[in-house]
């Protein structure tokens, strides 16, 4: 009975809330005038009397706290009362609140950007696997002396020994292999709708214990490699997308890339493969269509896949990576280079946790994590120092309650609620911010990835959540510490302006931020300054004029003759086409690809290299192609027609070549012989400036460039230079040329050279763009950190400046004597942040080029560009504080 | 602005309350009215602190309250001891009765 009594008042007063408190109230006021009824009766003035009962009654402030701390659920009530209060007070100051939940907001946001995609590389095993613990991905470790440790591990695997290892796998061990989700097409009539189809081979479903949700998966002949059959397992958002979630697609025939293929099943809602990567599509691994040749692909090196196991309970995994090692030595391919020491290793499914070497986008996300938490850092050292300067200015009005009897702790509730709710503002902005920066991280750092699922999830509103509680409590701590525990009798006597000047905490917070802001902009100075090198290193084209078509086709494509012929038409139509300046074949097109053959000097048993082992490469092209691209001669002549089939061979060699074969003669008119040492001489007739074989970042190579006429090879491109006014028109040009040639040709593939490229920037390009957007971030933060503290020091000290302009001090007197203080911060600031960015510059050493991390000229430019910062958000509240005027500030108090 | 808040104190509160309630339904000030008319002026309830104990004893569910109209026709909230209440007030009182006896003990009165 006493328990439900006891539980109903509580309901009762939780229900009423403030109301309740109101009763409270009525109920004291009620007692105090029956008082001082019974003192007027005694003979007293009511006023007197009034006055006596309420002293009899004692501090009432204090007593109805009593009274309500009394109140079951007390604490909830408190809760509600301080956020009332707290939402109150945030609501009395809007430029407070907007600029802490701002900063707030991008602050946690990018955190939660940053959360979500490390989540997705680094944690998240794919979605709709069974128990993907037990699933391992399986790697092959091969000897690579020019690798650091001498071996090269990843997990590309020939299907010759995913074979052998499938072979060794007795009941209960499981492999099933599968490739990256390659880009196809679904094509009926014109139609092309873009899809990635993985090969999956048999118990791959199984084996990620994967249940269809229509139809079936793959069985009999499809487990089998030897035929093609062309089936297909849709994925649940393509069959929703292409085929609006129709049961009855299962069963229908559709095309991939124009041949036929049953649709066999539908995957459940939530597999997208075993990647980061999601598949549209499945097909059997025996519809690979590996490149023609005399052996079926499969026993060739021509294919790549990825390999995952389950490994049963009991089962010891180092046993089946010593069978499965074994087996790998047993296979031998054609053209392939064998490895008695290669090794099976195995890491969890989820593959940036694996032993293979991570692409730099990836190495750069880890090293942008580091970077939001730095982030966070200064945001969370200015959110508490915007808090201790509202606390400090508030410290009158604390002084007073904590004097009308509102105890520390309940003060110190409140002041904490204030923060943890503006946390909680700033926690909702940092979600809408971080739907925002998650998706375009996503297409910044691994714009190939075609992710599945959405870039925020329950994981990362999560994440914010707690990161927001965590940043408020922290950040509001040290202010309502500070603030709780005043000098009362100080706090009241001083009057508006305290004799407070800024606390060594505040000048703390200070420190800390202009040290933090100071490694970001030596970040982003490195990543500026490496891309710019970057850039600016020759590749020995002229990438910017240069335009390479090629013709598609669709099932029946012309033999490679018929379309070389018909490119070599389009050419000598374009060639003299208005705008275009040249045009050019060639058997390889510039860093796509590279041929060598045997070469030899008519003098010498063996030829000299370069620290590169690779040799001489080759490239057979028509007297059009070098102007074409851009590469200039440095001395004798380009091909003409004179070097046809039957002239004596010609040919031009790079500078490097040059250099290396006759050093310090000319070239020119020397001999090179081709193939084979029987032949005859071929006559150097040019030297040409050199190129970069494949990528942006290479050691110089030696090239060499033979006629097309001489040696013939089909070429797939036109290569057109024009200049970027004529672009456009010469793009639509040699379409419409190629379309004349080519009536079955469906629409050409054209590239222009720095497009091409552009991939080979990234790592850098992303460096540079997020150090500099966290940098800039960083230093915006800084600067409100500056000048919203100084701002508040100087409003303090009206009254003392006021005293000493009327003394005679000058503009120049003030702002010197303002700045010198926040300048002496932030110089200490930037001094301990250089000494950090020194330390933790070799965590990005391997990202930089052309750049040592500890580059004296980007940390004094950072370290300047702070300090100049710091002066400037110093110098607005300064010079407020010069022009203050002497009277009324004397007056003012 | 301390309370008094050693446990027997907190304790002889709650006992002069219920005892004081099992005359019947009555308001805050009446209550303390009473005690102080009965002890001759000795003890002396402030009222600061009756209230929390009321609320106290309203939690523990010893008594319930409600509002009410005085003879005088203003509203006062009147308190009514529970059965628990009751119960309560009768341990209560023999916990008193025992350290009171010891307490006359130790000071040689008995």
Redesign the interface.
Known sequence: MSLLHGWWHRLHVLARGERYARELDAEQRFHRELEAMSRTSEGRVPHDAEMEARRAFGNATYYREEARRMTPLGWLDHLRQDAAYAWRGLRRSPGFTVTVVMTLGLGLGVNAAMFSLIDRLFVRAPSGVAAPRDVRRLYMSVARPTEPTGRLSSDNFKYPHFRAIAATADSGFRVAAFTYPDSTAITSGDMRVAVRRSYVTGGYFDLLGVRPQHGRFFTGEELLIETPTPTVVLSDAFWRRQYEGDPTTVGRIIFIDFRPYIVVGVAPRDFTGADLDAADMWTPANTYAGSPGADPWYTTYRNSFRVVARIPAGVVEEQLLTTASQAVRSVHMKRYAYDSTALVLSGPIVRSLGPARRAQEVTIATRLAGVALIVLLITCANVANLLLVRATRRRREIAVRRVLGVSAGRLYEQLLTESVLLAALGGAAALLFALWAATALRRLLLPGVQWSGGAVDLRTVLFAGIAALIVGVAAGLAPALNATQPDLTTALKSGREGGFRRSRLQSALLIAQAGLSVILLVGAGLFVTSLRNVRAIELGYDVERSLFIRPMFGATPPSATEIGAGLTQVGARLSSAPGVEAVGFASSLPMQGYSAMPIFLPDRDSLPALGDERGASFNSVSPGFLPAVGVQLIAGRNFNEGDREGSLGAVIVSRAMAHAFWPGQPAVGKCLILEKRANPCSIVVGVAEDVNRLIVIEKASMQYYLPLAQYPSVPADVAIRTNPENMAAVRALAGAELKRAFPSMTTPFIRVMRGSLESQYRPWRLGALLFTAFGALALLVAAIGVYSVVSYAVSQRVHEMGVRIALGAGVADILRLVARESITTVGLGVALGIVAALGLGRLVASLLYGISERDPVVLAASALVLCLVGVAASLVPAWRAARVDPVTALRAD | ?K?PKSDLLLGTLDMLVLRTLTLGSL???AI?QHIARLSDGVLRV????L??AL??L?????V??K?AETPTK????YYTV????R??LGAKTSDYDRVAAAIARIMGRA
């Open positions: 602005m309370s308001h805050g000030y303390g402030e009222q600061g602190s209230y929390p609320e106290r309203l939690t523990k569910g010893w319930t309250a509002w203003r509203h006062a909230r529970t059965a628990a209440g119960k309560q």
